[in-house]
T-cell receptor, first 112, second 111 residues
Framework: ETGVTQTPRHLVMGMTNKKSLKCEQH?????MYWYKQSAKKPLELMFV???????ENNSVPSRFSPECPNSSHLFLHLHTLQPEDSALYLC???????????FGQGTRLTVV | GQQLNQSPQSMFIQEGEDVSMNCTSS?????WLWYKQDPGEGPVLLIA?????ELTSNGRLTAQFGITRKDSFLNISASIPSDVGIYFC???????????FGTGTKLQVIP
């Protein structure tokens, strides 16, 4: 248990569906992140939020839409995804930007 | 962009053996991080290094921040079955620069 909780753990969705991933941390951290982990590829940073403001968007397609309503919660809204979007989506948080990140257990997403 | 080359990609070792893995970069980092990821879980931070030449231990794990600031090493002594997993290095240049992750070293321990 790292203090970062992600739900759901597994998600199967069709290409026309809309779904949301949720991340919650109660570690008092100021920064939260979404990463994508695909097989045999390095972790890819998708979005960074610092003090609830988005500070980085690494050229992520608009079918991924993040939301950070407060410093403890982070969402990733998904719509009209493609099969190649299937991956493990990891949320992380840290006290300092980008450093010493604590990761959640991830959501295993399969797009069919 | 920055790239991290992590080696070996995978390794099988006998329980009780020592393990070494390394990470090299084409550019300089100010911070090196080592994570372990168990199957079905997120990465867990093992060791953070903040200064060139720094050598830091965490139980049976020892990591070093290379003098050139372009590489880092992780050693595991007297391996045990629960050391199985994927080990990732990560480098950070400072400020709001993103953390760059390596491709991972998959470790398997034979009892």
């Amino acid at each position: 248990e790292t203090g970062v909780t992600q739900t759901p753990r597994h998600l199967v969705m069709g290409m026309t569906n809309k779904k949301s991933l949720k991340c919650e941390q109660h570690l008092g951290h100021n920064a939260m992140y979404w990463y994508k982990q695909s097989a045999k590829k390095p972790l890819e940073l998708m979005f960074v939020y610092s003090l609830e403001e988005r500070v980085e968007n690494n050229s992520v397609p608009s079918r991924f839409s993040p939301e950070c309503p407060n410093s403890s919660h982070l969402f990733l809204h998904l719509h009209t995804l493609q099969p190649e979007d299937s991956a493990l989506y990891l949320c992380a948080s840290s006290l300092r930007p980008q450093l010493d990140a604590f990761f959640g257990q991830g959501t295993r997403l399969t797009v069919v | 962009g920055q790239q991290l080359n992590q080696s070996p990609q995978s390794m099988f070792i006998q329980e009780g053996e020592d393990v070494s893995m390394n990470c090299t970069s084409s550019s300089i980092f100010n911070t090196w991080l080592w994570y372990k990821q168990d199957p079905g879980e997120g990465p867990v931070l093992l060791i953070a290094l903040y200064k060139a030449g720094e050598l830091t231990s965490n139980g049976r794990l020892t990591a070093q921040f290379g003098i050139t600031r372009k590489d880092s090493f992780l050693n595991i002594s007297a391996s045990i079955p629960s050391d199985v997993g994927i080990y990732f290095c990560a480098g950070h240049s400072g400020g709001y620069q993103k953390v760059t992750f390596g491709t991972g070293t998959k470790l398997q321990v034979i009892p």
